[in-house]
């Protein structure tokens, strides 16, 4: 694939298979920030959706995201809870029973979050919320279990496990950026309010204030036109793991 592609199609798998390249099998590389939270936007846009035990483990799998090392307790607390849900036809009565298994994992969650910090821990704890999910089609579900589910896994996840329907070509851009031309960013530009500013909009999805974060940017200093017509653009499809955001807080 090259720039103009990249920048152009509508097909996120192809996106995806030029940035992964298929391994051979035992030789998969382990699963890295930008993966995970590109799948865990697509489960978000896909949120009315998801049964209540689906969007606890997008909440929890989010937090995990932005701290692996110090999470990993965490990760591995909730995962076979994750992986029940590829097991399972999306049937009522199952999506109950792993509610409840999740739910019997409560101290367990709680002592894996103990380290994190304030934000963190309210993230992952804050998924009950919206109206309760739409109903879906069974054909839809592997797809569904798949998003939930992959972020959770510690090698670079199959993307094709995700039906084409879920995918999204602008999160992919805007998780990953153009790696073809990576904008370039200086530290200087990380001054006090631009990363708070940044923080605020990582912790609430405040992405409506990406505009003061360009002008926080500029103010410290940033020329880089692509970083602040990115975060300027409100047609922009903005998700935690922007490359922009990321950037300004120091996530990788």
């Known amino acids: 694939m090259d720039e103009q592609t990249w920048l152009t199609t ?36 896909a949120w009315g959706r998801l049964p209540a035990v689906c969007r606890a483990l997008v909440a929890l799998a989010e937090t995990y995201a932005d701290a692996p090392d110090q999470l990993e307790p965490l990760r591995a607390a909730v995962a076979p809870v994750a992986e029940g849900l590829l097991h399972c036809d999306g049937a009522e009565g199952d999506l109950r029973a792993l509610f409840s298994e999740l739910m019997q994992l409560t101290d367990r969650v709680h002592e894996a979050l103990a380290g994190a910090t304030p934000a963190a821990r309210a993230n992952a704890l804050d998924w009950d919320r919206g109206p309760p999910a739409e109903p879906f089609a069974p054909a839809d579900w592997r797809g569904l279990a798949a998003l939930v589910y992959l972020p959770f ?5 199959t993307f094709a496990w995700v039906s084409r329907r879920f995918h999204s070509a602008r ?25 708070g500013v940044a923080r605020r909009i990582h912790e609430a999805r405040d992405f409506g204030a990406m505009p003061v974060l360009a002008d926080a940017l500029q103010e410290a200093g940033c020329d880089c036109d692509e970083t602040l017509a990115h975060c300027r653009d409100l047609s922009q499809c903005h998700a935690r793991g922007c490359w922009v955001l990321d950037r300004v807080i120091g996530l990788k």
């Open 10 to 45: 509508i097909d996120a798998r192809a996106m995806l298979a030029a940035r992964h390249p298929a391994r051979s099998h035992g030789s998969a590389d382990p699963q890295t920030r930008r993966p995970r939270m590109y799948l865990l936007a697509c489960a978000r846009r």
């Open 153 to 157: 896994d510690t090698h670079t996840p």
């Open 171 to 195: 999160l992919v851009r805007e998780v990953y950026g153009n790696p073809y031309r990576p904008a370039p960013f200086d530290e200087s530009w990380r001054s006090t309010d631009a990363v």
